[in-house]
C-alpha cells in the first residue's frame, strides 16, 4: 500500500507528489546559511563523505535484480507460504550480512474469503468473473495460490438490492446524488475507484443507508484512456482487480482486536462484532470487464459530466433498474505475520536508534508495492554490513524492518511499535520508510526538523537519467510544473519557497503505510521517501499483474532507481547514526508550522465568504428560480454564520516558537563554528533531548474521536483518508463547522506547540552552556 496519490495515474501523480509538497513548503523569507555537513564537525563531516563513496560502492543493480526475482515468484498475501519463506530468507541475508536478526512474529486478526459472488439478477442475468486471467509474456501471473479480488475487513453478507452509481462514491458525490434526487437506502452501490481512499467507499455507502458496494476500476482512471492495457502496455487490463483493505485506518491501523496496544499471546481481544475499524457492510473490487454488464443495465438520470468514465456507452446513476446479488463470506481467522528485525549495534550512542523499514507482503506479488523499496532496503543493509566488517562503528545502533501486514492494515510495524512503545519512545530518534519504488523524482514527506538534512543527501546524489543531482531534479519539476500549463498558486508558491530557502520542501504524512505508529502514535521523527512520476505502475497495483515481467518492463528496468533509493535512504540512517549532534533543524519546522496556521485562518476566512454568498442566494430566492423541470435544485440546507475563531493562542505559540527556533539555530552555528566541541556528559543530554522532540508534539488524549492519533501536527485526515491534514484537530473542526471544538483545539495545540518550544529552550541553553 502507500499514498494514494502514488497509484495515481502517470504524471497526474507526480504532480499530486509535489502538489502535496507544496502544501508543506516553509515561508522562511532569510535562507538559513548552510554551516556544511549537518551535524558534524569538518573533520567528522570528511570522513562522513568518504565513508558514503565506499557505501555507494558496494550498491549493485544486478544484486537488486535478483532480488526482486526472487522476492516476487511466489504470491505474497499475508498467511501465504511464499510470504513468510521470503521473511525467512530475508532474515538468513540479514545474518550473512553481518547483523543480529531475529524474527518477530504476531497472531492479527486476518480474513480470507471463503465464499463471493456478484451476479445481476435483473433487468439481464449476469455472472461476474472475479478473477484474473493469465497474460502472455507474464511468467507468473498463471501461478496458484493468488488471493482471489477481496477488500480485507468488509463485512460478512448475502445482500440483492438495485444498482446505484455514485461515480467515486466520496463526500461530494453523495452531495450530487442528493441534488439529483437518488437515494442509495436500502441499495447496493457501484463506485469506482480514485477521488479518495478506498476504506472510505464503502463506509459512506453504509453512512448513507447502502447494503453492500462494489468498487471497479474504470478505464478513465487506470486503462486503457491512459495507455495500452498491459501486457501490451502498462495500463490496466480488462480483468484486473484492485485488491485492498477497507479497514477504518483513520481511527486505528494494526489488529484492528488490539487498538493501541500489542497483539502479543497474552493481550485481550476486543470481539470482531466491536471491532471499530471493521465494515458494517459486505464490499468486493471488481475489473471493469465485470463492472461493464453492471453499469450498463443502470437507468435513471444520465450521469454528470465528470462522473463519466471511459467505457463505450452512456453512464446513468440509477437506482436500478439493474439490481444485483452480492455475497461476501470470510473465514475470520487469525494468522501470523512476521517482521524480520535486524540490528547493527552503535558505539558511544548505542542508546538512540535509527529504524529504517519496508513492508515485504504484497496483495499478490507485489513487485512493485512493495518489493521495489524492498530491494533497495536490502542492498543498503548488505552494504552497511559490509562497512562493519571494514572496520565501521556506527555511533548510534541501526535497526533494520521488513515489515509484514502492511497492505491489510499496517499490522506487522503497528504491532511491533505497540508492543516495543517504551522502548522505541526512549530510544529511536528517526524512522525511515520507503515502500514502492519507481523512476522520476524523489518524494519525500515527514518531520520538517529533518528536511534539511534530505535536502543535503538528495544534493548528493546523481538522478540515473538526467546526472544531475535529485535535489536538481527535484527544483526543475517544481519549477516546470508551477510556470507551466496546469499551475496552481499553491505550486508557484512552492517553487518559490524552493528557491527562496534552498530547499525543496518535504510533505506533510496522512497514512497508508507503515510510518504511522512510528509519527503518529509514539511521536518518533518519521521520513517517508520513494521515486516516482515516471514509472507506470498504477494500472497493475494491487494486482496479479503487478509482477516482476511488468517491473523490469515499464518500472525500473535497470534497477537505476532502486540504487537511487538505497543511497538517498542509506545516507539518511549514516549520518544519522553517525552524526555528533542529530542533523535536525527547528527554523525550518516553525516556518511550517507558520504556514499551515494561515491555511487555518485562511479556511475560516474561505467558510465565512461561503456562508455569506449562499445566504444572499437564498434570501434572493435563486434557487426556486433557478428550477428546472428536467434537473431540479433542491436549495441546501441553511448554514449557521461562521463566528470569529479564536486563532491567538496558536498565533502567539508560533511566534515564540519562531523566536526559539532561531535562538538554537544561532546558538548551533556558534557551535559549529568551534568544531562543535561540546563536552560529553553536555552533548550526550543534548542527544537525548534532540531524540525526543518529536514526541512533544502529541497530545495523550489525541485527536477528538480517535485517540490513537496522538500528533497534533500530521495525521490521515478522518475524510480523507491516505491524504494528510496539518493541525488536523483544529483542521477538521473547521471542516465539521464545529466552531467551538476549532477554538478548543486552538488552545490545545498551542499548548503543545509551548511544551515542544519549552524542551527546544532547554536545548538551546545546553548548546550555548
Ligand atoms: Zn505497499
Redo the contacts with the bound molecule.
Sequence with gaps: ??RAKLHGVGVALACLTLTCAAGAAPASGNPQADAGMLGFAARGAAQESSLEQRFDSLLSAADMRAWLKRLSSGPNQVGSPHDKANAEWMLAQFKQWGWDAHIETFDVLYPTPKQELVELVAPTKFKAALHEPPVKGDRTSDLSGVLPPYNVYGADGNVTGELVYVNYGMPDDYKELARLGVSVKGKIVIVRYGGGWRGLKPELAHEHGAIGCLIYSDPRDDGYFHSDPYPQGPARPPEGVQRGSVAKMQLYPGDPTTPGYASTPDAKHVPVAEAKSVLKIPVLPISYADATPLLEAIGGPVAPESWRGALPFTYHVGAGPAKVHMVVKSDWNRQPVYDVIATLKGTSDAGQWVVRGN?HD?WVF?AF??LA?TIAELGEAKAMGQLYREGWRPRRTIVYASWDG??PGLLGSTEWAEAHAKELRQKAVLYLNS??NGRGILFAGGSHTYQHLVNQVAAGVTDPETGASVQKRQRAFLDVRANGKGSSPTMKESAKLAGATGDIPIAPLGSG?DYSAFLQHLGIATLDLGFSGEADQGGVYHSRYDSFDHYIRFGDPTFGYGVALAKVAGHIVLRTADAKVLPMRFGDFSSTIDRYIRALHKQADEARKQTQAEHKLLDAGAYRLAADPDHPVAPPERLSDVPKIDFAPLDAAAKRLKQSAQAYEKAYEARAARGLDIPSPQLARVNELLGTMEQHLLDAQGLPGRPWYKNLIQAPGELTGYAPKTIPAVHEALDAREWNRADQYAAVTAKVLDGYRAQLDKLTALLKG
Design positions: 500500500m502507500k513492508h504484497g507485489g508495492d512493495p523499496g502492511e497492505e515502500d514502492t503505510s
